[in-house]
């Protein structure tokens, strides 16, 4: 993997993605997503979902754990959560 790959990997994974740092989920905006994978299995796996899921792991570890559960509920089952 190139450096530059490894960087926006590790970014991203840490609730940003170039020099913008995203905010953690609303409750609001966690269940949008959810009723989105409905229609679209890749909806958690958008980079900007996964950042603001890091980010709300960052900061809030409950509310995570909670959306984890939810997401991973939803088909085609988000184990790679």
């Known amino acids: 993997m190139t450096e530059t790959k490894q960087a926006i990997l590790d970014g ?3 609730g940003s993605i170039g020099n913008q740092l995203f905010a953690p989920l609303s409750a609001a905006e966690l269940d949008a997503l959810i009723k989105k994978c409905a229609t679209d299995a890749g909806a958690p796996f958008e980079s900007e979902a996964v950042a603001r899921l890091a980010a709300t792991k960052r900061e809030d570890l409950a509310a995570f754990m909670r959306a984890r559960s939810r997401l991973k509920g ?3 089952r988000g184990a790679a959560l």
């Open 12 to 14: 991203i994974a840490d």
């Open 74 to 76: 939803t088909p085609p």
